[in-house]
């Protein structure tokens, strides 16, 4: 502040004397305001002072306290009253400046601003979870992340149960070997590095992880009562789970050469077509993993002499065709005999089964077959 004295004075062709004032002017100093840079040192010590878009709020002060002081910025949402409000920030790692207007008691004005930069925070976007089905010793899976203010980017697996094409791209082939008798579960995490642009990112470093889970599929057998015998032939089938795959929550289709089907574990199934008969069967586990087996049921036609009640019980003659009925052990007997009698062969007949008498009533028969060999 400057005062200055100045003197004037008039004088009058009129008598009298003449007329002297002096007056003083006060020049005041334009104000100097200076932003107190401290609280903004948190990471660096010089402008562009770096925050990260997850600090706390900041409280901005300067040499001239109190009112008269109006603080701004042009980023959107910078600046509120007196406060840095870092998080509301949405422009990221571009820098900018805050301003600080004061006007002193006398209308002189001053200004000063600080250059900063708002680091946004590190972000990884992955896939969800990945369940797949076994489908041999090594296998493969696609994977994929996307990053948000991260230059640098890393993949691993824990555990290493596998390898990456490229553990550095983000979108990578990974590799690995999983056991065939029960589920497993890998664990993938994505890492980003602190790198943006040619500045550090001064936000913490993201990891995300996400499971790859494999499960086995069904490791079985088909197993039966007897896979071969004289038309007809009853079967019973079962399956026999050789690994950790739950039978009892898994589903079964079984498939006939006759066109026949079934969807228990354990069926029955009658085979009259002569010849080879496939069976199929698709065994899916709860995690719809299935694996198909098959096997063949044989049927002997009846086409000779020989007679077969059992494929084990075999009894050899020389007639071309001889069609009875086998009486059942216990109460229960043959009802009727239905045969072509070929003279000269009937005492062979006996011999060779023991007949009931022609017509005995009945609860139940057991077919037996005879051929000629």
Avoid at 153 to 166: I, L, P, S, V
Wanted: net charge negative; aromatic share 10%.
């Amino acid at each position: 502040m400057v005062t200055l004295n100045i003197s004037y004075g008039t004088s009058t062709t009129y008598p009298g004397c003449p007329t002297f004032r002096d007056t003083n002017i006060t020049i005041q100093g334009l104000p100097v305001p200076k932003i107190n840079t401290t609280p903004l040192t948190g990471y660096v010590n010089n402008a562009p002072f770096v925050q990260c878009e997850l600090d706390a709020d900041i409280a901005l002060t300067s040499n001239y306290p109190g009112s008269g002081g109006k603080w701004s910025s042009k980023q959107s949402g910078a600046v509120s009253g007196s406060t840095f409000t870092v998080g509301s920030v949405t422009t990221h790692n571009k820098p900018f400046y805050i301003n600080f207007d004061y006007t002193n008691s006398f209308g002189c004005k001053g200004k000063d601003s600080v250059l900063v930069e708002v680091h946004g925070k590190q972000e990884i976007n992955l896939n969800p979870d990945i369940e797949l089905c076994r489908t041999g010793d090594a296998m493969m899976v696609d994977v994929a992340a996307s990053v948000v203010n991260a230059s640098d980017f890393t993949w691993w697996d824990y555990g290493k149960k596998g390898t990456f094409a490229d553990a550095k791209d983000t979108t990578t082939t990974f590799t690995f070997s999983t056991s065939a008798d029960s589920t497993e579960r890998i664990l993938i995490v994505a890492s980003t590095e602190v790198i943006v642009g040619t500045s550090n990112n001064v936000c913490p470093y993201k990891e995300e992880t996400f499971f790859i889970t494999i499960h086995p599929k069904p490791k079985a057998e088909i197993v039966a009562d007897t896979l071969n015998g004289c038309n007809p032939v009853d079967v019973n089938f079962g399956v026999n789970m050789l690994n950790k795959v739950d039978a009892t929550t898994s589903s079964y289709a079984w498939t006939y050469a006759d066109g026949g089907l079934d969807n228990i574990q354990s069926p029955s199934h009658q085979f009259t077509d002569d010849g080879t008969n496939q069976v199929s069967l698709t065994i899916t586990s709860e995690h719809n993993c299935d694996t198909t087996l098959t096997v063949n049921v044989e049927v002997y036609p009846i086409t000779g002499g020989l007679v077969c009640s059992r494929p084990q019980q075999q009894h050899h003659g020389s007639i071309a065709q001889v069609p009875v009925q086998q009486p059942i052990v216990g109460s229960q007997c043959v009802e009727q005999y239905n045969y072509r009698k070929h003279l000269g062969f009937w005492r062979l007949i006996r011999a060779l089964m023991t007949l009931p008498p022609k017509k005995v009533p009945c609860f139940s028969t057991q077919p037996i077959q005879v051929r000629m060999t």
